[in-house]
Each structure stands twice: as C-alpha cells, then as structure tokens.
C-alpha cells in the first residue's frame, strides 16, 4: 500500500518532470549550456540529482498518510485519513519547497563550477540571471506544480475512498488550507506565479542587459527565452490540472443534482476540494440527509396521525334534546388542538375544546397527556373548577419554554339545560339565538402559565333552538387571500347568525367552505370546532 500509493502520486507529478526537461532542452538549444561549459554528462547528474530531491520530497509527502492507512483501514480511521487528506497540499508545499531551494543551490553551484573549470566567463549580471532562473523554476514552479498536482491525487483517492463512507461531512476546524485550494484564490496563485513574478524577472534581466558588454546580454536574452518557455509551459499545465480537476469535481455535484432532483437519497456527494465546491457538496450531503429522514419520518408521522386521530372521539354521544358535532383540521399531520365529550353515567356530558401553544410533535404531545388527564378527571366526576385547578398545576410542572393551553370546559346537564362552564384563556365560544351572539369570555389565563390559580365556574341556560359553537383561534386568524385581512370574530358571529338554523352536522363544513373562500391555506392554524344544538321544541317533541 505504502510504495503503492507512492507510485500513484509520483505519477501525477508529471508536469514538473516536463518543466524541468523544457529548461534543460531550451539550455542547449540557445547555446547557454556550451557558454557555460555544462557538459551531456552533468545534465544527466543534474537529471539524477532531480529525481533523488524532489523524489524524497514526494516520498516524505506520502509518508503519514500511508503510514495511517497501513495501520488501520480508512473506514475504520476515517477522521485520521480525512485530516490528513486535508493536509496533503500544504505539506506538499513545504517539502517541495526545500527541495526546490535545495535543487536550485545545486544547479548554481554545479554551473558556477563548470563554467570555472571550463575557463568561461561568469559576469555578475550572468550569475544573477542564473540565479532568478534556477530560484524562480526550482523553489517557485515545482512547488507550484507539485501543489497543483498533489491537489489532483487527493481528488481522485478521495474519490475512490467515498466508496467506503469517507469524505462526505465536515472535517475538524484548523484542518483546511484554503488559502491554496480556495476557487477564488486560485486564479490570482497562478497569475502571480506564471504572469506577474516572470514579468519581474524578466524587467531584472531587461536592466541587467542595459549595462552589460554583448556577451552578458546575449546571455541573458537567451536565459529569458528560457524563463518565458518553463513560465508558458507551466501556465498551461497549471490551467489545464485546474480545469482537469474542477470538472471532475462539477460532475459528482452535478450526478448529486441529479438524484436529490430524482428522489434518490441513498448516496452521498463526496468532498473532493477544501473549497467552495466543498462546501456546495456538504450542503447537497445535508439536504439528502434531511430527504431520507423525512422519508424515514413520513411513516412515524402516519402513525402519530393515526394515534392522534384515535384520541379524538369517534361517536358524539346521544343526549335527548340535543346534537353534538366535532370537526378537526390540522396543518401538519399532526397538531395541538383537541375536542372531545364525556358521557357521564347519570347523563351529565363534559365538553371539552383545547389549543396547545405551538404546531407539530410537541404541541401533539401535549395534547395526549392533556386528553389523559381529562378522561381520567372524568371518571371521578370532580367538578369542572376542581378538575380545572388540578389540570393547571399538573400542567405547570410538565410544560416549558413558555408553553401553555387555552381551554374551554364545560358540564352539560340535559335535564335543567344548564350548561356550566370555565374558560382557561380559550377564544370566547359563541352561543347563537333566534337574533343575537353571545360570547362566552375567558374567565382565568392559560392553563400552565401560573401555579395556583383559582377557577370559578359560570352557569348559562341552552333555549331551545340555541347552538352553541366552540372553536379554535385558527378559525378567526385564518388570512384572506392577500394576507392582509384575518377572519375575526365579527364575520364569525354574523356567519353564525345566517347558518344557526341550518343543519348542524353539515355546520363545520360550511364554514370550512367559508374561510377557504375567504383566503384559508394550509399554512394556517389547526381549526378545531365543537357544535352543540339543543333542539327547538317541535324537534323535542
């Protein structure tokens, strides 16, 4: 694995081998090697001396992360493999670094001695060109190539490692550099190391020729010819591994597109840059983890509904004289409004609408431990202030986050026609006669907002023909169709007094078709309504 993965990364170096061969070549061909008596036999330990310095610098590059994927697979030392991954390019940059200003001593050394073996003359000005030269190919292009390179290998190993899960999230802070594979950093790095340091160097040279005899300028014109092909040779390599690699990185975003858009969330995007195209793959790597759960959920969500909807009654009980009728809508599958009617054993109902703060789980969750309790407080046939107190306190030790539940209540005695009641913070229910509307108040906050509270129960007589609408705030918050107006209780009430006579099974769809009608989406409120009739007279009889 070790020389294996050593092997693969030295073959990505390639562009620095064909930098270096296009100054050897361009040397001989302008006659600078024969000025400085650089014989075939020391360009080829020069080659050699090439290979062995930027080789040990390849090699040392490679070392801890071949070292780690000897030790362990990658899956099971995944973060290990990713932060190194992550530091490939940077501790590429370095070793190459020092190898390049090694290499270029070298070759300055190696020729200054040749030419003085050789008995030619070496001005200042040649030595200072040979300098830039060896400085600018040897410490600024092969670093420069081998980190562009070094970024291609790491996009194709990690591509392979994405196979076995790696390379799909957020790598630790610290571990990105992406001050060299940032895509917006990236075209000003190759401007200024194949456009803006050449032209420097190449104004140096222009100066030096100024003043020197006709030997030195020839030289340095022929040294500039050098300069100008390694710096055109290495832009277009440099262009060509950028474009290279950003469209292999494009096409798994773009595969990735193409199955979030399709529906399939079963793989991932891998993460091959530390760059802004990361951060786009992350992000498509977000979105289908959140498409799979929510498709994980849609199954736990019919449940919750199924369950929820089987907390609500099934059957209005049937009470002489009197009609009830339930109605729920809710904006998620699930929601925090709730009705219900208790049938007591002498044949007294209770009446119960209630609306839990918030949408969606939580407010559900409240709502079965309210329905809970309510049942359970039934059956021991408290009264209606003391089964209030005690829903109160039970609901101050459970909610938090400032939760709480509006609550109306109420004790229906058939035989008097009383309706006894408390109303916990609920919107007003609305009792409807032959001509007027009246509201029933809220007489005490919210249930668990405050400990202790106190409830007084209100007594109210049914007449005959009278109906009775309890309802959630969604009905009277439901917007109009430019999102300016809501229903209000004032449309409420006159609606009411136009349907009071109608049908009373056929009441809460009526006004489902009046609030859609008026603007209603899906986005408003839960709407829960509890419609009780006490029959007119005639009906009674």
């Known amino acids: 694995m070790l020389q294996h993965t050593f092997i693969?990364?030295?073959?990505?170096?390639?562009?620095?081998?064909?930098?270096?061969?296009?100054?050897?070549?361009?040397?001989?061909?302008?006659?600078?090697?024969?000025?400085?008596?650089?014989?075939?036999?020391?360009?080829?330990?020069?080659?050699?001396?090439?290979?062995?310095?930027?080789?040990?610098?390849?090699?040392q590059s490679c070392s801890l992360l071949n070292r780690c994927m000897l030790n362990a697979s990658p899956e099971k030392s995944s973060v290990r493999v990713e932060t190194l991954m992550a530091d490939f390019p940077w501790r590429v940059l370095k070793l190459f670094s020092i190898a390049g200003g090694c290499f270029a001593l070298y070759l300055l050394a190696a020729v200054s001695l040749s030419a003085i073996a050789g008995e030619r003359d070496l001005t200042v000005s040649m030595l200072i060109t040979l300098m830039l030269n060896f400085g600018f190919g040897?410490?600024?292009?092969?670093?420069?190539?081998?980190?562009?390179?070094?970024?291609?290998?790491?996009?194709?190993?990690?591509?392979?490692?994405?196979?076995?899960?790696?390379?799909?999230?957020?790598?630790?802070?610290?571990?990105?550099?992406?001050q060299f594979t940032s895509a917006s950093h990236r075209p000003w790095l190759v401007f200024m190391v194949t456009g803006?340091?050449?032209?420097?160097?190449?104004?140096?040279?222009?100066?030096?020729?100024?003043?020197?005899?006709?030997?030195?300028?020839?030289?340095?014109?022929?040294?500039?010819?050098?300069?100008?092909?390694?710096?055109v040779s290495a832009s277009m390599l440099l262009v060509w591994t950028i474009s290279h690699t950003l469209k292999q990185v494009t096409n798994e975003l773009e595969s990735g597109l193409k199955r979030l858009a399709d529906g399939s969330y079963d793989r991932y995007v891998p993460v091959l840059m530390d760059d802004e195209f990361g951060d786009l793959a992350l992000g498509l790597?977000?979105?289908?983890?959140?498409?799979?759960?929510?498709?994980?959920?849609k199954d736990s969500l019919e449940i919750a509904a199924e369950i929820q909807q089987g907390l609500l009654p099934k059957f209005a009980p049937v009470i002489p004289g009197?009609?009830?009728?339930?109605?729920?809508?809710?904006?998620?599958?699930v929601g925090g409004?709730?009705?219900?009617?208790?049938?007591?054993e002498d044949g007294r109902v209770w009446l119960m609408i209630?609306?839990?703060?918030?949408?969606?789980?939580?407010?559900?969750?409240?709502?079965?431990?309210?329905?809970?309790?309510?049942?359970?407080?039934?059956?021991?046939?408290?009264?209606?202030?003391?089964?209030?107190?005690?829903?109160?306190?039970?609901?101050?030790?459970?909610?938090?986050?400032?939760?709480?539940?509006?609550?109306?209540?109420?004790?229906?005695?058939?035989?008097?026609?009383?309706?006894?009641?408390?109303?916990?913070g609920h919107v007003p229910p609305l009792l409807c006669g032959e001509s007027r509307v009246e509201p029933?108040?809220?007489?005490?906050?919210?249930?668990?907002?405050?400990?202790?509270?106190?409830?007084?129960?209100?007594?109210?007589?049914?007449?005959?023909?009278?109906?009775?609408?309890?309802?959630?705030?969604?009905?009277?918050?439901?917007?109009?169709?430019?999102?300016?107006?809501?229903?209000?209780?004032?449309?409420?009430?006159?609606?009411?007094?136009?349907?009071?006579?109608?049908?009373?099974?056929?009441?809460?769809?009526?006004?489902?078709?009046?609030?859609?009608?008026?603007g209603r989406s899906e986005q408003d409120d839960d709407l829960t309504l509890l419609c009780v009739r006490r029959n007119a007279k005639k009906q009674e009889k």
């Open 8 to 59: 693969k990364f030295v073959r990505h170096l390639w562009p620095l081998l064909l930098v270096f061969a296009s100054g050897q070549l361009m040397m001989r061909v302008t006659g600078n090697s024969d000025a400085l008596a650089i014989s075939p036999l020391l360009s080829l330990a020069d080659s050699a001396v090439f290979l062995i310095v930027f080789g040990t610098a390849a090699w």
């Open 138 to 178: 040897a410490a600024v292009l092969a670093p420069s190539l081998a980190v562009a390179n070094a970024i291609v290998f790491t996009v194709n190993l990690r591509l392979h490692l994405s196979e076995s899960g790696l390379f799909q999230g957020h790598l630790a802070d610290g571990h990105s550099f992406r």
């Open 196 to 231: 803006l340091m050449p032209t420097l160097i190449l104004s140096i040279y222009v100066y030096l020729g100024l003043y020197g005899d006709q030997a030195s300028r020839h030289f340095i014109l022929q040294q500039a010819l050098v300069l100008l092909v390694m710096s």
């Open 285 to 297: 790597n977000t979105a289908m983890r959140g498409m799979r759960e929510r498709e994980s959920l």
């Open 322 to 333: 009197y009609q009830l009728q339930g109605f729920q809508q809710t904006c998620y599958s």
């Open 337 to 344: 409004d709730y009705y219900d009617y208790i049938e007591l």
């Open 354 to 424: 209630a609306d839990v703060s918030g949408k969606g789980y939580p407010a559900a969750l409240t709502m079965a431990n309210l329905q809970a309790m309510l049942r359970g407080l039934a059956t021991l046939n408290w009264p209606i202030e003391a089964a209030a107190t005690y829903l109160n306190d039970a609901l101050c030790e459970t909610l938090t986050a400032g939760r709480f539940v509006t609550l109306f209540m109420g004790k229906l005695q058939p035989q008097s026609n009383a309706l006894i009641w408390v109303n916990a």
């Open 440 to 518: 029933l108040l809220a007489t005490a906050p919210p249930m668990g907002l405050v400990k202790g509270v106190s409830y007084h129960v209100t007594r109210t007589t049914l007449d005959a023909g009278n109906t009775l609408l309890c309802y959630t705030d969604g009905v009277t918050e439901s917007s109009s169709r430019t999102g300016r107006e809501r229903f209000g209780e004032q449309r409420l009430r006159q609606w009411l007094l136009e349907q009071g006579n109608g049908e009373l099974n056929q009441l809460p769809r009526a006004l489902l078709a009046k609030l859609n009608a008026f």
